[in-house]
């Protein structure tokens, strides 16, 4: 084959290359052996196309044997072969008189308590990406003071962060597979959600959803009871920034996050497959339906509901302290009119709103957010609450700069309590957002923004978590 062909089967297009002084090894160097999908995919579909006739239909009542002539005969030796050899096998087995059958327990194995299993989860969980699912690294290991982000010493420098030496020797860490062992013996095997019917969803709309649209409730409702109607089944444990154990239904999906000061149990339900990708139940189901938020032990709390009910609520923002270089004027941007060359934020925004309509969010939002420029996300845009206005033992609150997987249009900044990056498909919770086009500047004049709340949590004692 000489160098045009091996071009050309690699599905390069030759005639609009300009080869003119390379020799047949070159171009046949730069068509490469990568066995690619135009040439495998190829090969593939002209291999089903030839042995077509060979291929045994779906409702076929003849074997491969009856077709190509085979006699059932040898196929029954064939078998016989088998289980000589098995028995051979199985007369070479010692010991199974010892064996003692017990029964299956899949409830909870060990008991521990709610404070030391936090404790332990925290001492294993994973302190930089480098260290996987299970792995724990020798490195020196550093904590930022201001946004609590961990990395090791190779891995750190960008974003700079403000890191504080982690002190492994005071604190010993626990080896994650350990803390698995010893969480799997603690977690039942199989959980379930009752006390959940159509009452119950109709009368949490009648008392706190009439606004919400007929039709998005009827397919969030449906989803909820589809959710609640089968058991769910542990599969796996997470070890990332937080320990999470995950159980799954074909209808729904239960995690559990052993978050150090709020821990809950949150429930997913799946949307149908037929609907569409772009379809609004699909937008209300990537967020947890049903939370459950544990009180002193796993199983004891309250079950609250995420009505589907948004709700849009005008706050003040206004810029205070010192005037610094916004995130593209420290890149270099210039842009079309050198808008970001000078461009300039404030270090703190004070975010205000109204006193009537504190109970409607999740958490208090308002108070005063540091700019915490050198700890990463999206545009250099994260700001901490200060802990002077927080109260209680409450994860630390912030507002980031949350950019839509597809839609540029949507893209706005948010308040929760988590800000690290999310795998495909996960949900960061959060309490509010505020509307997109509200952007960080440097006008000292105080702005009304909308905060849009995507649901209204609602408490429900009727409902139970069940082992």
Known sequence: MVGLEALSMQGLPVDKLLLTRESEDQLADLAGNAMSTTVVGACILAALV???????????????????????????????????????????????????????????????????????????????????????????????????????????????????????????????????????????????VSGVDHDLLQSLKEKYGKDIPELRWSEWSTAVLRAVGSELRFVELKR????????????????LSLHPQQSEWRLYAYPQKHEPANAEIRQLLASPVGRFVCNADLLLGCWEFALPLTVSIEVKIKGVGDLVPSWGARLGLIGEHEEFKNQQVFSKIQVTMPQNQVDTFDRDISGVYALLDKCGTANGALHKKSEATE????????MLFDPHRTNDSEDCFVFSISTRRLEYQECRPIIGKLDPTWRQSSDVEEQAVLCHIPAKWVKVIEVELKV
Request: charged share 25%; hydrophobic share 30%.
């Open 391 to 398: 109260g209680g033992n409450l994860p630390p609150l912030f």
């Open 240 to 255: 990332q920034e937080i320990w999470s154990a995950i159980y799954q239904s074909p209808t729904a999906a239960l995690e």
């Open 50 to 192: 030839t042995g077509r006739s060979l291929l045994k239909a779906g409702n076929d009542e003849q074997s491969y044997e009856m077709k190509n002539g085979v006699e059932l005969e040898e196929v029954r030796a064939m078998d016989i072969d088998r289980v000589e050899k098995f028995k051979v096998i199985a007369s070479q087995i010692v010991g199974e008189e010892k064996l003692v059958q017990k029964p299956l327990n899949l409830s909870i194995t060990q008991t521990s308590s709610f404070s030391k299993l936090l404790e332990e989860a925290n001492n294993s969980v994973r302190l930089c990406g480098c260290e996987g699912r299970t792995g724990m690294t020798t490195r020196e290991l550093f904590r930022c003071i201001d946004c609590s982000n961990s990395f090791c010493k190779k891995c750190g420098g960008r974003p700079e962060h403000n890191p504080s030496p982690i002190d492994t020797t005071a604190c010993l860490r626990l080896h994650p597979s350990e803390f698995a062992k010893k969480l799997k013996s603690t977690l039942p095997m199989c959980i379930s």
